[in-house]
């Protein structure tokens, strides 16, 4: 059973289902499951009420992106609250043209706010790394500086088929074996590194460059940025009682017809 481990989440449950909350209190509540000081420096100013609207919570959904497609559905949801992994506004702000006005207008006008927890949910415990240990049955994981490590009990067939998405492997990872799981854009030659030291043998994340899989001191077992980090999304709506709204990136593989390398 996939679960937010958090020892508070038992009395921010209670509180959130109550009628209706303030949103300072939301905030606080937030802060407790994955403080911002967890947070990587750079994701600081990114994080928390990004979009600011209602005072009082009633309804609040939840999703990895604030796409066009999520946050129509939240407004559909008449959703207070939109609680989402990555921030919709990347860069410092000067002007709301183009695509960034046609995706916030409709959030402005409904009143509905948007909040982020982007790396400090990677960080925290029962974040989006436990998680997907949980998920992939990795026994005792402990953290690496980001992800954690441990014995993964099952092979690439069952990790293609609980992840929900198709998997690029990059040499040959004895599997079951001592995996090294990063939710996310994880394949950082540093990171590579340390996971080889704390004795991985091979290492699951997303959106590997050339350079990196060829240089790799380890296998390197490449999923969908999506697959690896919607599970702890999904897990915190299930646990807090929030509307999840699915929103999986259309994708297709194509083989070559002539294609006989192992």
């Known amino acids: 059973m996939l679960r937010i481990t ?11 289902d109550t009628l209706v909350m303030e949103i300072g209190e ?4 937030m802060d407790t499951l994955a403080s911002p000081a967890l947070a990587e420096e750079w994701d600081r100013e990114r994080i928390g009420l990004v979009v600011e609207g209602r005072k009082d919570l009633e309804r609040i959904c939840c999703a990895l992106d604030a796409t066009t497609p999520v946050i129509k559905k939240a407004i559909e949801h008449r959703a207070d609250m939109l609680v989402v992994h990555h921030t919709p506004i990347w ?30 949910l990677d960080h925290a415990r029962g974040g989006v790394n436990d998680v997907l240990a949980d998920l992939l049955e990795i ?23 609980r992840l929900g998405c198709p998997l690029r492997v990059w040499g040959r990872p004895p599997l079951p ?18 996971a080889k030291t704390a004795g991985a043998t091979a290492i699951l994340s997303a959106e590997v460059r050339h350079s990196v899989a060829r240089s790799s001191p380890l ?11 919607s599970p702890a ?12 709204i699915e929103d999986i990136p259309y994708l297709q593989t194509w083989m070559p017809r002539n294609s006989g390398a192992d």
């Open 219 to 229: 296998p390197l077992i490449e999923a969908t940025h999506y697959a690896l980090e």
């Open 177 to 194: 074996g001592r995996l090294a799981v990063v939710g996310g854009s994880g394949f950082i030659p540093d990171l590579i590194g340390e």
């Open 233 to 244: 999304m999904r897990v915190l709506s299930q646990t807090l009682g929030w509307t999840y």
């Open 139 to 161: 026994d005792s994981p402990t953290p690496l500086s980001l992800g954690v490590i441990g014995e993964c009990g099952i092979d690439l067939q069952e990790m293609a088929d």
């Open 91 to 120: 860069d410092a702000v000067t002007s709301f043209r183009g695509s960034l006005a046609m995706l916030l207008r409709d959030v402005l006008i409904s009143g509905m706010n948007i909040y982020v927890m982007h790396t400090n």
């Open 6 to 16: 958090n020892s508070n989440i038992s009395l921010i449950k209670k509180r959130i």
């Open 26 to 29: 939301f905030i606080r509540m």
